[in-house]
């Protein structure tokens, strides 16, 4: 009997599917989260050290176990068990030591990998599957979802079938792709799949156009923050609002369900895994995550508790546009205005309420950045750019011409050439 013991995600139930394709009804799938696959792996060995059959092979896919558990299962393979770990993340590199663990972070020919995709050249590498398109196809998805690569190419195919992973049961979607596999025609999804995979996007959008307009922009130590409240859709909520916000550091995604905050940004000059480690949490360092101790608490949700909601940028200008030379107007909390503008030696300049700021920035971007950051900006209408504009026409004349004295002066007549305009 074959034992296939893998994460819950899609990585690792695509594992499993690949298992069932290869051995059948041979095969028992069990599928764990990062800590539960201890306890998995503890009852094995003490059950299987009971029944001693030698035919028992254990594989264990995109998961490690702890160091305990590794000790034991190097013992049992020396007393004659059969153990194959595969997996592809770094942290787990120490495993090659061992003869029955492989761990790669990248296949040969230099791609990322994946548990699905290493286990896929495994199992066609010891003539226990037969390669065919349709699983290479299902496998490139996995790979390139599991590895990010997707949203670089844009391989909008590999989110659906992580969609479609977490709309219906994990069981179900097991025995969808088991069966589809066996399909020579080419990975596909079936009409139900795409009407709802459609209706889930359209979903999504909506939900994260309702949360850019909930966004609140405040500093936590050096650095400028967007903090969100959101329970659902964290991975595309962070990347709507990092990249249509890039003055902003990273994205605080607050879950006050599970007391959780998940922190994401887009920059590579940030690392978020070390800002959660402020906070006892960790991650990566695009992506990283802690728990809502009293101390984030008071830092992400009490202090900016009375903030308003960031504003978004004007979208339908004609003339007031981003990056426009002869100057972009942008408004502030409390009627500020601030324009900013190219000098004639191509310095861009930044005006708060007619008073020149004394920063001067290379690009306009840089200019932008800085008020966003610091005043909190956003691009004003064209009505109020229109506005301003003539106020400043108004102003030059009233300036630049000399006062003008009339020869006779009508003012006791005043009145009543108002009431004949009228
Ligand atoms: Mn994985």
């Known amino acids: 009997m074959f034992y296939l013991y893998s994460h819950n995600d899609l990585d690792g139930v695509g594992c499993g599917i690949l298992a069932k394709c290869a051995f059948g009804e041979k095969v028992d799938v069990r599928y764990n989260s990062v800590s539960g696959i201890n306890i998995q792996v503890d009852k094995y060995l003490n059950k299987i050290a009971a029944q001693a059959r030698p035919e028992d092979k254990l594989y264990i896919t995109d998961l490690t176990v702890n160091s305990e558990l590794e000790l034991r299962l190097e013992e049992y393979v020396k007393s004659g068990g059969s153990v194959q770990l595969i997996d592809h993340h770094k942290t787990a590199d120490h495993f090659n030591h061992y003869s029955w663990a492989q761990v790669n972070v990248f296949h040969k020919n230099g791609s990322l990998s994946s548990a699905t995709s290493l286990f896929y050249d495994y199992l066609i590498k010891h003539d226990m599957l037969a390669r065919t398109d ?71 959008e909506r939900y994260i156009r309702r949360k850019k307009r909930e ?24 990347s709507e609002l990092g990249s249509s916000n890039p003055h902003l550091d990273y994205i605080a995604i607050l879950n006050m369900g599970n007391r959780k905050m998940s922190l994401r940004t887009i920059h590579d000059h940030i690392d978020v895994s070390a800002i959660a480690m402020r906070f006892n949490g ?75 700021l004394s920063f001067q920035f290379p690009t306009f971007e840089e200019a932008e950045r800085h008020i966003k950051r610091n005043y909190g900006a956003w691009l004003a209408r064209d009505e109020v750019y229109v506005s301003m504009l003539s106020n400043k026409v108004r102003e030059i004349r009233t300036e630049s011409k000399p006062e003008y004295i009339p020869e006779h002066d009508f003012s006791e007549n005043e009145d009543e050439r108002v009431l004949d305009d009228i």
């Open 134 to 204: 349709t699983m290479d196809q299902f496998v490139e998805l996995v790979r390139l979802y599991d590895t990010w690569e997707w949203e670089a190419e844009n391989k909008l195919q590999a989110k659906r079938l992580n969609d479609l992973f977490y709309m219906i049961s994990l069981d179900e979607f097991e025995a969808k792709m088991v069966e589809r596999l066996q399909n020579p025609q080419g990975f596909f999804f079936d009409e139900f799949e795409e009407k709802i995979l459609d209706m889930e996007e359209d979903k999504i």
């Open 215 to 238: 966004i609140i922009q405040t500093f936590i130590g050096e650095e400028c923050v967007g903090i969100v409240y959101a329970e659902s859709y964290h991975s595309e909520l962070a």
């Open 282 to 356: 960790g991650g990566h360092a695009k992506a990283a995550g802690c728990t809502l101790s009293h101390e984030v608490f008071k830092l992400f949700v009490e202090q900016p508790f009375e903030l308003e909601p960031m504003r978004a940028d004007a979208f339908r200008n004609q003339f007031n546009v981003k990056g426009s030379e002869t100057g972009v107007l942008y408004e502030s909390w409390g009627d500020d205005q601030i324009f900013v503008y190219m000098t004639k030696h191509g310095q861009w300049l930044a005006e708060w309420n007619n008073e020149p």
